[in-house]
C-alpha cells in the first residue's frame, strides 16, 4: 500500500521534533500534511541540553534553568565571568518532546507511526520511504535517522561520552545563579575528561562526568568518578540521585552528506546531516538554525537545501582543526581548553564556539593555541576538504 504526504519526517528526536514544531508555527506551512515515522516515538526524559543564546526563543517557556555566570576550572586556571550577551540554557528532553507532541496533536494534518525504516529514494519526483509493511511518498523526506550516516571510526571520530546524575541535597548547598562550564580537575588518562556542575536551586543540580575518547567506558567507571567528585571536590555526602541520563555523541571528521542517494527531495537533519558540531559535540542550537533555514526555503517554495555559506565554512574548518589536533594527540583537550579560557575573555570563547565572532576575536583564539600542531591539522584539513571535492 502507498500512502502519501507533503512532508515526511524520519525520526523523532530533537532535529525531527524541532522541524515539525517550526513548521506547525507557520502559518503558510502548518496546514501541509506530514509524517512523522520512527521505530519509537520518543517521550522519555532521557537527556539534556545545553546551550547559549542571546534572545529568548520558542522554546523559552520550556527552559528548566539559565546561568547569566559560568564558571571554568583546570589545575592553572580559575575563571568566574558574567554573562553579557548570552544566557546559557538547559531543556530537558521529557518537556521538549511534551511540548511539540502536545502542540502537535492539534492538528489533524500531522500523523505519527512507529515503524522500521527499510530505505529511502527518489521516484519519478516524488521522494518515498520504505517501510516492512508501507511505502510512504512525499514531496520531501526529512530524516535523522542513522541508516544513511558516513563511516565513523577510531580514525576520524572521537565519541563525547558522558553520564549525568541530578541529585538533590537535604540543605542548601549550591548557588543556582552559577554553572560550572567545565571543570578538568580531574585524571585526564582517557582523553579529554571535565566536569559539568549545573545548578537549578539551592538544593539540586546536574552532575556530569564527560570525556571526548575514542571509546565509551564501563558504567562503574562514570559512577565512580561522580561519586568521588561531589564527595570530594563538592564536598557533598549526603543526597539523592534523582535521574540518571547517559549518552554518546559522535565528533566526527567524516562527511555528512546534505542528501541521501543525491536526491534533493531527501534532505538530512540533525546529526545526520553534520549539524552536531564537531569539535564541542553541541548540537541544539545549531539544530534550531538549520531546521529554521529550512523552513523559510519551503515558505519561498525553494528546495529545502541550505548551501554552505563562506562563514560556515570557515567554522567547520575550525572545528576539524581542533577535532584533527585531538586525534592526533598532539595536544591534550585539557591543554587546549585551558589555554583559551587563560588568555582570552569567556564570552568571546562562547562566540567564537557559537560561530558568531569577529575576525579579531578569532584571530586572538587563534593564538591562543599551539602553533605548530593547530597550523599542520588546519593545512591538512584543508588539503582532505579539497581533495574530497575533487
Known amino acids: 500500500m502507498k500512502v502519501g504526504y507533503d512532508y515526511i519526517i524520519a525520526g523523532s528526536g530533537l532535529a525531527g521534533l524541532s522541524l515539525l514544531y517550526r513548521l506547525l508555527l507557520d502559518k503558510s506551512l502548518q496546514n501541509k500534511t506530514i509524517l512523522v515515522i520512527d521505530k519509537v516515538i520518543k517521550s522519555d526524559n532521557d537527556r539534556t541540553w545545553c546551550y547559549w543564546e542571546k534572545e529568548k526563543s520558542i522554546f523559552e517557556d520550556i527552559v528548566r534553568h539559565k546561568w547569566e555566570t559560568l564558571q571554568f576550572f583546570s589545575p592553572e586556571v580559575a575563571k568566574i565571568f558574567s554573562l553579557k550577551k548570552y544566557k546559557y540554557k538547559m531543556i530537558q528532553a521529557g518537556d521538549f518532546y511534551q511540548l511539540v507532541m502536545e502542540y502537535a496533536a492539534t492538528f489533524d494534518n500531522v500523523t505519527f507511526k512507529t515503524e522500521a525504516i527499510l530505505d529511502m529514494s527518489e521516484d519519478n519526483g516524488q521522494a518515498r520511504l520504505i517501510t516492512e509493511n508501507t511505502e510512504y511518498s512525499g514531496s520531501y523526506i526529512f530524516n535523522s535517522t542513522a541508516l544513511f550516516l558516513p563511516d565513523m571510526n577510531t580514525k576520524n571520530t572521537l565519541l563525547q561520552h558522558f553520564m549525568g546524575w541530578f541529585i538533590e541535597t537535604e540543605s542548601p548547598v549550591f548557588n543556582e545563579k552559577i554553572g560550572t562550564l567545565m571543570d578538568f ?40 568518578a561522580l561519586k568521588d567528585y561531589i564527595s570530594m571536590e563538592l564536598g ?88 584533527d589536533v585531538l586525534l592526533s594527540k598532539k595536544v591534550t583537550g585539557k591543554a587546549i581548553f585551558e589555554s583559551l579560557f587563560r588568555k582570552n575573555s569567556p564570552e568571546k570563547i562562547l562566540s567564537f564556539l557559537d560561530n558568531d565572532s569577529n575576525f ?31
Not at 588518562?189 to 565509551?216: C, D, R
Request: proline residues 4%; positive net charge; hydrophobic residues 35%.
Open 236 to 323: 557533598i555526602k549526603e543526597y539523592r540521585i534523582k535521574h540518571k541520563e547517559l549518552g554518546v555523541i559522535p565528533m566526527s571528521l567524516a562527511q555528512f552528506p546534505k542528501t541521501i542517494k543525491n536526491s534533493e527531495r531527501i534532505v538530512n537533519i540533525g546529526t545526520a546531516g553534520g549539524f552536531t558540531k564537531a569539535s564541542t559535540g553541541y548540537t541544539f542550537q545549531f539544530v534550531q538554525k538549520h531546521v529554521s533555514q529550512i523552513v523559510d526555503r519551503l515558505k519561498l517554495q525553494l528546495p529545502p537545501i541550505v548551501n554552505d555559506s563562506w562563514k560556515s565554512k570557515k567554522y567547520a574548518w575550525y572545528d576539524r582543526t581542533l577535532l
Open 185 to 224: 580537575r580531574l585524571e585526564q588518562q582517557h582523553g579529554a575528561t571535565f566536569m559539568y556542575v549545573l545548578p537549578t536551586s539551592s538544593t539540586e543540580a546536574l552532575i556530569e562526568f564527560t570525556l571526548f575518547s575514542e571509546s565509551t567506558l564501563d558504567r562503574e567507571t562514570y559512577n565512580f
Open 360 to 390: 579579531w576575536e578569532e584571530f586572538k583564539i587563534r593564538n591562543s593555541v599551539p602553533l605548530l600542531p593547530f597550523m599542520f591539522s588546519g593545512i591538512r584539513q584543508l588539503f582532505l576538504k579539497k581533495k574530497t571535492k575533487d
